[in-house]
């Protein structure tokens, strides 16, 4: 991780030129390095790795822990500017796929693969890589970019991937609707158009449910105690706010409408600066942000419309990272990894955006939390995917991050995490978590950035009406 400083403008695209542009200079060149490649490239010896034994949950494993890195691993580099491919067919040689001494530097290549080895799906799975292309079609030959599955929802509507050679490095991607998206990995990249399985890779794990989000938030209801934002996964997806009870339980939930038009929500600080705990959400159809004011009586107020582009930013609040006294906005820009700090101001909107770290795609769960070191700052709180470990990354008060502290294993368990102060009435910030199974837990700060017995609040989180 890092936490080096740069800032830019406010707006969430502010990414550089894409990977994709930079690399092939449009799709003739693809072509021509794939016929080359298809010579020229090593083969692969992994020793050990045996069809007998390849999984797909070993697939995204490896892809996973590579997150982060740049093209030196995979065959020397061959390919600086194009190593998407060389990327994917490394992680399936790495997990005993057969017949990959076939692919090559070409992205098409998989399509080929697939066709000689009859492992198309109509449907995605874990382990799958998967195709995309700006004109829609691979009868050309030609393809733009690929990457690897390494979840699926339990609908089959949606994944997450990770890819190599974009924004120079291997990128994680968080869910997104892969029939609906039109570019959920960049713009140049184009829409998914196929899933081709590795041969010899067994046992499938089943879909996963993915589950609601679940959100730390301020005090919404006017007793001076956080609460908790939870939003049903199915039909109006309705959006409900849980009294906290100071006890590190939750009281009679209050309905605040159907939100299924909304990709993402959560708790923020005060940002419109009336005194009273926010909400953010983006919205599917048009990536705008919103900003819905708490209204202190378990309610939201007429929103504030803080401008589009946010579609492929994951979204956290945070009390304060600043050090100003207003909520913040956490963002990881899934194009590039980075992590931004979007300054609060009082009137539900955010100043020029802070860099605060790279290779944050590589965190499954992103949080905002209160003071948990005990120096009067505001941190935040992340579960690094491949390990499973929970990090407490100190806030320095200025929209920067100290040095990261581990504060535990086994959080792969854990869909969402995030904190808004003190739970359980004992004077130090606590964090919320809710497991994958749709398990809920209270986390009691111990005020050194470690956490104490964790409290139960039952299962049934992952609700769906």
């Known amino acids: 991780m890092s936490s080096s400083s740069s800032s830019s403008s406010s707006s969430p695209s502010a990414a550089s030129a894409s990977w994709f542009s930079r690399t092939f200079r449009g799709k003739r060149r693809l072509t021509g390095m794939a016929l080359a490649a298809a010579v020229a490239a090593p083969l692969l010896t992994v020793s050990g790795a045996t069809s007998a034994s390849a999984t797909a949950p070993t697939v995204a494993s490896i892809a996973l822990s590579q997150v982060g890195n740049n093209c030196s691993p995979y065959y020397g580099c061959n390919h600086p500017t194009a190593w998407c491919s060389d990327f994917a067919r490394w992680v399936w040689g790495r997990a005993g796929a057969e017949g990959t001494g076939t692919l090559n530097a070409g992205a098409i290549s998989f399509n080929t693969y697939g066709s000689q080895n009859g492992t198309f799906h109509s449907t995605p799975e874990v382990g799958d890589a998967v195709l995309y292309d700006t004109d829609g079609s691979l009868s050309d030959d030609e393809a733009n970019h690929v990457n690897l599955v390494v979840a699926v929802s339990a609908d089959g509507r949606r994944i997450k991937t990770v890819g190599g050679n974009e924004s120079g490095g291997v990128r994680h991607h968080d869910w997104f609707d892969w029939r609906t998206n039109s570019s959920p990995v960049g713009s140049s ?10 041969k010899g890779i067994a046992n499938s794990p089943a879909p996963v449910e993915e589950a609601a989000p679940v959100s730390a938030v301020g005090d919404l209801t006017g007793d001076g105690k956080p609460d908790l934002l939870a939003r049903s996964a199915t039909g109006a997806q309705t959006l409900w706010i849980y009294p906290g009870l100071g006890n590190g339980h939750f009281g009679a939930r209050v309905d605040n409408g159907g939100w299924s038009s909304m990709e993402r929500v959560s708790g923020a600080g005060d940002v419109t600066g009336d005194g009273k705990a926010d909400v953010l ?10 900003v819905y004011p708490g209204q202190s009586n378990g309610h939201l107020g007429a929103r504030i419309d803080n401008g589009g582009g946010w579609g492929d930013i994951r979204i956290a609040g945070s009390r304060d990272l600043t050090g100003d006294g207003r909520g913040d906005l956490l963002a990881v820009e899934e194009e590039t990894g980075k992590l ?21 795609d590589s965190m499954s769960s992103v949080g905002g939390a209160g003071d948990l070191n005990g120096d009067g700052k505001g941190d935040v709180v992340a579960v690094e995917e491949a390990s499973g470990k929970l990090f407490v990354y100190p806030g320095l008060g200025n929209g920067q991050l100290g040095a990261r502290v581990e504060a535990g294993t086994g959080w792969g368990a854990m869909s969402s995490v995030s904190g808004a102060g003190d739970y359980t009435g004992d004077g130090k910030a606590d964090i919320v978590a809710r497991e994958s199974n749709g398990h809920l837990w209270i986390y009691p700060g111990l005020g050194n950035g470690q956490f104490g017995a964790r409290v139960d609040n039952g299962g049934g989180w992952n609700f769906t009406g």
């Open 189 to 198: 990249a184009g829409k998914v158009l196929r899933f081709i399985g590795p």
């Open 281 to 290: 959400a983006v919205e599917k159809s048009t990536g705008k942000l919103w």
């Open 340 to 360: 931004w700090v979007y300054p609060g101001q009082t009137n539900g909107h955010f100043g020029a955006r802070v860099q605060a770290g790279a290779n944050w």
